[in-house]
C-alpha cells in the first residue's frame, strides 16, 4: 500500500515537473514569436525583460540537469535579442539621450543577464566556461554602449560644424618661489 503511494506520488510529481518543463517552453517560443515580429523597437527592448525571465529560468533548469549545451543556447539567444533590441534602438532613437524609453529597460536587463551568467560562470565546468565567457564579454560591451549612449559627457560629444572648436585648456600661472 506504501510502495503505490510512493510510487503514484513519483508519478504525479513527474507528470507535473514536465507539464511545467512544457508549459515554460510553449511560453518562451511565444514570447520570441512576439519580439520577432515587433516592429517597435521600444516595445521590443521592453519584451527583452519577459523574454529574459522565461530564458534565465530555462538555463537554471538545464544547468541542474548538467544540461550545458541548452545553457550556452539559451544564453547565446538572449544576447542576440538584446544585440537586436540595442540595433532597432539605435536606428529609431539614436539620440539615447533625449529619448531614453527603452534604452534605460534594455540597460537594466542586460545588466541582470551578465548577472546571470556570471552566476553560472561560476559554477560551471571549465569546458564550457569559454563560450559563456564570450556571451558575456558581449553583452558587457553592449552595456556599456548604451552606458555611454544615456550619460554622454559634454566632451565625447562631436563639434557641430559651423562651431569653432574649444580653445586649448589654459595653462596654470609659474609660481616664483
Do not use: W
Not at 539620440?95 to 559554477?123: C, F, H, K, P, W
Not at 574649444?166 to 596654470?172: I, L, S, V
Amino acid at each position: 500500500m506504501i510502495v503505490r503511494r510512493v510510487a503514484c506520488g513519483i508519478a504525479v510529481t513527474a507528470s507535473m515537473f514536465v507539464f511545467v518543463n512544457g508549459a515554460a517552453a510553449d511560453k518562451l517560443s511565444d514570447l520570441q514569436k512576439h519580439f520577432d515580429h515587433e516592429n517597435n523597437p521600444v516595445h521590443r527592448a521592453k519584451l527583452v525583460e519577459k523574454l529574459g525571465d522565461e530564458e534565465f529560468e530555462i538555463a537554471r533548469q538545464a544547468f541542474k540537469k548538467n544540461d550545458f549545451v541548452t545553457v550556452g543556447t539559451v544564453f547565446e539567444k538572449y544576447r542576440d535579442n538584446v544585440r537586436a533590441a540595442l540595433q532597432g534602438l539605435k536606428k529609431k532613437h539614436p539620440d539615447a539621450e533625449r529619448d531614453s524609453d527603452g534604452y534605460r529597460q534594455l540597460e537594466i536587463n542586460t545588466r541582470r543577464g551578465i548577472r546571470e551568467v556570471d552566476e553560472v560562470l561560476l559554477m560551471a565546468p571549465e569546458a564550457i566556461r569559454p563560450p559563456l565567457q564570450i556571451v558575456r564579454g558581449d553583452l558587457d560591451a553592449m552595456d556599456r554602449e548604451m552606458i555611454g549612449m544615456l550619460f554622454r559627457h559634454p566632451g565625447d560629444q562631436p563639434i557641430p560644424a559651423g562651431k569653432p572648436a574649444p580653445a586649448a585648456t589654459a595653462t596654470a600661472p609659474e609660481v616664483k618661489p
